[in-house]
């Protein structure tokens, strides 16, 4: 029997209505209808919970579903993929900004081509993150505490830029001051990117 066919079956052995389901799983009946109809299939976290609801084993709601078995299949395929990817971005998300650093106190001039490599990376690892609305508190605590953190560390050191000569000096320090303020906020949020990820802190996604 398929999942889809099983599903409506238990339920309606049970007894209740695709409404009750939903409130108790906590979704809307129309993704219970989705379940029932075949056009899509609970998470692996929503299959354990709809099991509890009905007091039935996984084994005996999947009826050896084959079908359904290649969708989970899929789905663990692309979440090693989205794993890999989120871990070798961070890393070398760390890579860079040690670079970083060393530039602001070795003066290696190659400020611009550090913060683009940052802002690319940052771009890549910020879509595999996918915070929740509970998550924006400790996301946004550890982005002060880094820009606090950079702030302290490097603003002393470069403000001390002085115009080029025959160079209009207003415009040479709005320009200045505007491209380190700019690295004090990429380098934070790269940083706060790249701590998300570590095991104790990570987003439950």
């Not at 209505?17 to 993704?31: E, G, P, W």
């Not at 400790?138 to 603003?155: E, P, Q, T």
């Not at 320090?173 to 990429?186: C, D, K, V």
Request: hydrophobic share 50%; proline share 2%.
């Amino acid at each position: 029997m398929r999942f889809s066919e099983n599903l409506k079956l238990i339920r309606h052995q049970k007894q209740m209505t695709q409404t009750a389901i939903a409130d108790k799983l906590h979704v809307s009946r129309k993704t219970i209808s989705s379940w029932e109809n075949e056009r899509s299939y609970p998470d692996i976290m929503m299959l354990v919970k709809i099991s509890t609801v009905y007091g039935i084993t996984l084994d005996k709601l999947m009826k050896e579903d084959l079908g359904m078995l290649k969708q989970y299949e899929a789905q663990a395929v692309t979440s090693q993929r989205s794993l890999r990817i989120k871990l070798v971005s961070a890393y070398l998300n760390i890579g860079l900004l040690f670079l970083s650093y060393l530039n602001h106190f070795l003066n290696w001039q190659v400020a611009e081509w550090l913060a683009l490599a940052l802002l690319i990376n940052l771009i890549v690892l910020a879509t595999t993150l996918q915070p929740k609305a509970k998550d924006w508190l400790k996301v946004g605590i550890i982005f002060v505490m880094l820009l606090i953190l950079n702030v302290a560390i490097i603003w002393p050191i470069q403000f001390k830029g002085v115009a080029p000569a025959g160079m209009n000096v207003a415009g040479y320090e709005l320009g200045y001051y505007t491209g380190i303020a700019s690295w004090t906020i990429l380098s934070s949020l790269s940083g706060c990117c790249a701590a998300l990820v570590h095991p104790k802190i990570s987003l439950k996604n």
